[in-house]
């Protein structure tokens, strides 16, 4: 039943007008597997398990999106495609019309074996052509940092200020396997790491803390309005239903493990505001 996996976030999903994922792994019956560690791979029918869950968009800018080469990756596009889920990441940006306005969805993978000028440019260049292609909202979605580290490097936040510099409204981070923080910068929420989700690579992983993260955009014309924190919700999560072993269903937490995974977020938030100073802080 594609709707298990999901099925605890699936309401919240159906309420908001857009979820957006990270999709890590390739969804085909084909392909050679890559020369790594991890390679995840799917049937393709395994799409249903977003679409039923009122997953929109999911981005392909990952370390994982070619674990069975390019024809894996183009199998996953298709994939998903077919089942309404809209994907984008690298040089393909999604466009998405969400109660009239115009969002563009543009995905960068940021790790140790791309050039950051290569990466960064490839970013930067979509958000201007978005804006040209008359995009009133640009959400980026970034893959980046280091696994397990609970804070973002230097290279993460000055990659998350050119997204924003350039003209994006939001960028949102996972990698790490882990929670990280956030800032605000120029008025734009920068998230760094959500964590896993819904993770099908461990059976029962040492940290089943995540987050969901929400806002709320006002956009009149071309302008979107500075997020104040009433237009965020960083809401508590762990990747499984159960403490004890990961059963791929990832659950909304409840009082005091809610209230110490967000202790947990503040505290990476914290020693990220002692980096910015370092970057130049606005």
């Given at each position: 039943?594609p709707a298990y996996f999901?099925?605890?976030?699936?309401?919240?999903?159906?309420?908001?007008?857009?979820?957006?994922?990270?999709?890590?792994?390739?969804?085909?019956?084909?392909?050679?597997?890559?020369?790594?560690?991890?390679?995840?791979?799917?049937?393709?029918?395994?799409?249903?398990?977003?679409?039923?869950?009122?997953?929109?968009?999911?981005?392909?800018?990952?370390?994982?999106?070619?674990?069975?080469?390019?024809?894996?990756?183009n199998d996953t596009i298709?994939?998903?495609?077919?089942?309404?889920?809209?994907?984008?990441?690298?040089?393909?940006?999604?466009?998405?019309?969400?109660?009239?306005?115009?969002?563009?969805?543009?995905?960068?993978?940021?790790?140790?074996?791309?050039?950051?000028?290569d990466y960064t440019k490839?970013?930067?260049?979509?958000?201007?052509?978005?804006?040209?292609?008359?995009?009133?909202?640009?959400?980026?979605?970034?893959?980046?940092?280091?696994?397990?580290?609970?804070?973002?490097?230097?290279?993460?936040?000055?990659?998350?200020?050119?997204?924003?510099?350039?003209?994006?409204?939001?960028?949102?981070?996972?990698?790490?396997?882990?929670?990280?923080?956030?800032?605000?910068?120029?008025?734009?929420?920068?998230?760094?790491?959500?964590?896993?989700?819904?993770?099908?690579?461990?059976?029962?992983?040492?940290?089943?803390?995540?987050?969901?993260?929400?806002?709320?955009?006002?956009?009149?014309?071309?302008?979107?309005?500075?997020?104040?924190?009433?237009?965020?919700?960083?809401?508590?999560?762990?990747?499984?239903?159960?403490?004890?072993?990961?059963?791929?269903?990832?659950?909304?937490?409840?009082?005091?493990?809610?209230?110490?995974?967000?202790?947990?977020?503040?505290?990476?938030?914290?020693?990220?505001?002692?980096?910015?100073?370092?970057?130049?802080?606005?």
């Amino acid at each position: 039943d594609p709707a298990y996996f999901l099925q605890n976030v699936a309401e919240l999903f159906g309420a908001d007008d857009l979820t957006v994922v990270n999709m890590e792994g390739v969804l085909t019956e084909g392909g050679e597997r890559a020369d790594k560690e991890f390679a995840f791979r799917g049937k393709p029918e395994y799409s249903k398990i977003l679409s039923s869950a009122s997953v929109e968009a999911a981005s392909m800018a990952n370390n994982h999106s070619k674990d069975y080469g390019e024809e894996s990756y183009n199998d996953t596009i298709e994939a998903l495609e077919g089942d309404n889920v809209q994907t984008f990441g690298y040089d393909r940006i999604a466009y998405m019309d969400v109660k009239g306005v115009k969002v563009a969805l543009v995905g960068a993978c940021a790790l140790p074996d791309n050039p950051a000028e290569d990466y960064t440019k490839e970013m930067t260049d979509n958000i201007a052509q978005a804006k040209a292609e008359g995009a009133q909202l640009v959400v980026v979605y970034a893959n980046w940092g280091i696994e397990k580290d609970y804070v973002p490097q230097e290279s993460d936040m000055r990659l998350g200020r050119a997204a924003i510099d350039a003209g994006a409204d939001v960028v949102v981070g996972s990698h790490p396997h882990v929670v990280q923080g956030w800032e605000v910068y120029k008025g734009r929420y920068i998230v760094y790491s959500l964590g896993n989700f819904c993770y099908g690579g461990n059976s029962n992983p040492k940290d089943k803390d995540c987050l969901i993260f929400q806002e709320t955009f006002t956009v009149t014309g071309t302008e979107v309005a500075p997020a104040t924190e009433n237009d965020v919700k960083f809401i508590a999560c762990s990747v499984s239903s159960s403490s004890k072993r990961n059963n791929y269903q990832p659950t909304l937490a409840e009082d005091e493990d809610a209230e110490r995974i967000l202790a947990k977020v503040q505290e990476s938030t914290d020693k990220i505001a002692e980096m910015a100073a370092n970057l130049g802080s606005e």
